[in-house]
């Protein structure tokens, strides 16, 4: 989809009856106000003759509109329904912050194609430019710091990817015909708890978030991760400019405004936008599970039971390494067996973290040092020898820079790289892929819960469908091969693979 191609009657209709369906997929811009809003905003619904409707909150500010300060736009849930397009995928890349500490050029670079053309993709598909895309974002997420935190002026800056107050204020008062300052004035705004901030990501519900928590334990390396009285949390490793940090988060739902709750120490402040963008692929919060569910609605064997779609999301991962770790100790044994096995490798080869909350001890493991160890000594924490050979592979392909594809690569480039590393196979390939790479056609069609699930569906329960057999069934659900496996775990509820 392109800016051109929203059709304005479709556009009036989803905002007469505030259709959250629709809510972040465009914006209504008013001429009468000079403010733009979500199609859900409580306000009256301005006469047709003042509307006119943007694909993004970038192309809404460049031809002069405000955010709303009643449904406010940087709250709109994320889309990812049109991230296979390469103009998408710019845009998210400047969305979460890639020019915060590099430059069009270098960005362009990084992508494949010169400067020029990436700014003509985006004005083209958004009528807006690389700069302005990346300035919106930075306000927009100034704005929600200054809604929701106490943060100083100075912290809100820098964390919104301001390199300075100055700069910070005069983009401000630009766009916003406001101070940040007068802004929260008027804004009843929560103050940090002690030294934490508290964020809010929204998503298009329906979530399941028990079943979503459940998940995450059952597969948690402990230590790193806990899952206790509703909240997830874990720690990390984030690097801000120079700067490596680490700490920890955690995570609950507030199921009625349809937002999950993240709580950070605030000597993470300046980390704040992209561990925000990591939390919503973690739980896969862009998705649009009614969306997907309607594609799949008459694929054979899925379709008849998607009664609703409140776990049609596929758990991400907060690290690539760190997930295929863990999937290469889950190789041929059981979940709690593989997390058993996590666990002990992260208390003799992780570092420790200090002031960590309960439940937590751990920082997440890191190539360079889990390739330093012996294959041997690593067998010693109860991992076979050909599996331990694999980790130190695989962490020594981390090390080279060999989890970091090239911009829009394809599931089948992504998998055959990963299988180079020994011991690597297709399981685990689609699964990284899946579940760290955001891949939604991954389908690691060997998993046993998997093949499990889909003889139960079929009518043979007891017996598991063949690998073979599953792939070839798999084809009916392109591309959205991830969301069906995920479909499938979640009829195994507690006997998840």
Same mark, same amino acid.
């Given at each position: 989809?392109?800016?051109?191609s929203l059709?304005f009657?479709?556009?009036?209709?989803?905002?007469?009856v505030?259709d959250a369906?629709f809510?972040?997929?465009?914006y209504?811009?008013?001429?009468?106000?000079?403010?733009?809003? @979500?199609?859900?905003c409580?306000a009256?619904?301005?006469?047709?003759?003042n509307?006119?409707?943007?694909?993004?909150?970038?192309?809404?500010?460049?031809?002069?509109?405000?955010?709303?300060?009643?449904c406010?736009?940087?709250?709109? %849930?994320?889309?990812?329904?049109f991230?296979?397009?390469?103009?998408?995928?710019i845009?998210?890349r400047?969305?979460?912050?890639a020019?915060?500490?590099?430059?069009?050029?270098?960005?362009a670079?990084d992508?494949?194609?010169?400067?020029?053309?990436?700014r003509?993709?985006?004005?083209?598909?958004?009528?807006?430019t690389?700069?302005?895309?990346?300035?919106?974002?930075?306000l927009?997420?100034?704005k929600?710091?200054?809604?929701?935190?106490?943060?100083?002026?100075?912290?809100?800056?820098?964390?919104?990817?301001?390199?300075?107050?100055r700069r910070? !204020?005069?983009?401000?008062?630009?766009?916003?015909?406001?101070?940040p300052?007068a802004?929260?004035r008027?804004? /009843?705004?929560?103050?940090?708890?002690?030294?934490?901030?508290?964020?809010?990501?929204?998503?298009?519900? #329906?979530?399941?978030?028990?079943?979503?928590?459940?998940?995450?334990?059952l597969?948690?390396?402990?230590?790193?991760?806990?899952?206790a009285?509703?909240?997830?949390?874990?720690?990390?490793r984030m690097?801000?400019?120079?700067? /490596?940090?680490?700490?920890?988060?955690?995570?609950?739902?507030?199921?009625?405004?349809h937002?999950?709750?993240?709580?950070?120490?605030?000597?993470?402040s300046?980390?704040?936008? %992209?561990l925000?963008?990591?939390?919503?692929?973690?739980?896969?919060?862009?998705?649009?599970?009614?969306?997907?569910?309607?594609?799949?609605k !008459?694929?054979t064997?899925i379709?008849?039971?998607?009664?609703?779609?409140?776990?049609?999301?596929?758990?991400?991962?907060?690290?690539?390494?760190?997930?295929?770790i863990?999937?290469?100790?889950?190789q041929q044994v059981?979940? @709690?067996?593989?997390?058993?096995l996590?666990?002990?490798?992260?208390q003799?080869?992780?570092?420790?973290l200090?002031d960590?909350p309960?439940?937590?001890?751990?920082?997440?493991?890191?190539p360079?040092?889990?390739?330093?160890?012996?294959?041997?000594?690593?067998?010693s924490?109860?991992?076979?020898?050909?599996?331990?050979v694999?980790l130190v592979e695989f962490?020594?392909?981390?090390a080279q820079?060999?989890?970091?594809? #090239?911009?829009?690569?394809?599931?089948?480039?992504?998998?055959?790289?990963?299988?180079?590393v020994?011991?690597?196979g297709?399981?685990?390939a689609?699964?990284i892929a899946?579940?760290?790479? @955001?891949?939604?056609?991954?389908? #690691?069609?060997?998993?046993?819960?998997?093949?499990?699930a889909?003889?139960?569906?079929?009518?043979?329960a007891?017996? %598991?469908?063949s690998?073979r057999?599953? !792939?070839?069934?798999?084809? !009916?659900?392109?591309?959205? @091969?991830?969301y069906?496996?995920?479909?499938?775990?979640?009829?195994?509820?507690?006997?998840?693979?």
């Amino acid at each position: 989809m392109d800016q051109a191609s929203l059709e304005f009657e479709s556009c009036y209709r989803a905002i007469l009856v505030r259709d959250a369906r629709f809510d972040g997929m465009f914006y209504t811009a008013v001429s009468s106000t000079g403010i733009y809003c @979500r199609p859900v905003c409580p306000a009256k619904t301005p006469r047709r003759g003042n509307c006119s409707f943007y694909l993004t909150a970038a192309a809404a500010e460049r031809a002069g509109f405000r955010p709303c300060l009643r449904c406010r736009p940087e709250l709109a %849930p994320g889309r990812a329904d049109f991230s296979e397009t390469m103009a998408w995928s710019i845009y998210c890349r400047l969305a979460e912050g890639a020019l915060d500490h590099g430059s069009v050029e270098a960005l362009a670079r990084d992508i494949g194609m010169s400067s020029r053309h990436m700014r003509r993709l985006l004005l083209d598909h958004f009528g807006v430019t690389p700069i302005e895309v990346a300035q919106t974002q930075r306000l927009l997420f100034a704005k929600k710091l200054l809604h929701e935190t106490g943060l100083p002026m100075l912290e809100v800056a820098l964390a919104s990817g301001f390199a300075s107050l100055r700069r910070f !204020n005069a983009a401000f008062i630009e766009s916003y015909h406001m101070s940040p300052s007068a802004l929260r004035r008027e804004r /009843t705004h929560m103050l940090p708890e002690g030294d934490v901030v508290t964020l809010r990501l929204s998503y298009r519900p #329906p979530l399941d978030w028990p079943y979503w928590l459940q998940c995450l334990e059952l597969r948690a390396i402990v230590g790193i991760e806990a899952v206790a009285a509703g909240v997830y949390r874990r720690t990390l490793r984030m690097t801000s400019g120079a700067k /490596t940090l680490t700490g920890w988060f955690e995570v609950c739902a507030d199921a009625k405004r349809h937002v999950l709750v993240v709580k950070v120490p605030r000597h993470l402040s300046a980390c704040l936008v %992209p561990l925000s963008q990591r939390v919503r692929q973690l739980f896969d919060l862009d998705a649009n599970p009614r969306l997907i569910a309607e594609q799949l609605k !008459n694929a054979t064997l899925i379709g008849p039971h998607l009664k609703d779609a409140s776990r049609l999301r596929v758990p991400g991962a907060w690290d690539a390494f760190e997930l295929g770790i863990r999937a290469v100790l889950g190789q041929q044994v059981s979940v @709690r067996g593989a997390s058993t096995l996590a666990q002990r490798l992260a208390q003799r080869y992780c570092d420790a973290l200090e002031d960590a909350p309960a439940g937590l001890a751990y920082l997440p493991p890191e190539p360079v040092r889990i390739a330093a160890i012996n294959a041997a000594e690593l067998a010693s924490i109860g991992v076979p020898r050909s599996r331990a050979v694999t980790l130190v592979e695989f962490a020594r392909f981390a090390a080279q820079g060999g989890l970091v594809f #090239p911009f829009g690569a394809k599931l089948g480039d992504i998998v055959a790289r990963l299988k180079q590393v020994p011991g690597i196979g297709d399981w685990t390939a689609h699964y990284i892929a899946m579940r760290a790479l @955001r891949q939604a056609d991954a389908f #690691p069609s060997g998993d046993l819960g998997l093949r499990h699930a889909a003889a139960r569906l079929s009518g043979h329960a007891g017996k %598991p469908l063949s690998a073979r057999a599953l !792939n070839q069934l798999s084809e !009916n659900w392109r591309p959205w @091969r991830a969301y069906a496996a995920s479909q499938l775990w979640s009829s195994l509820a507690k006997e998840l693979s």
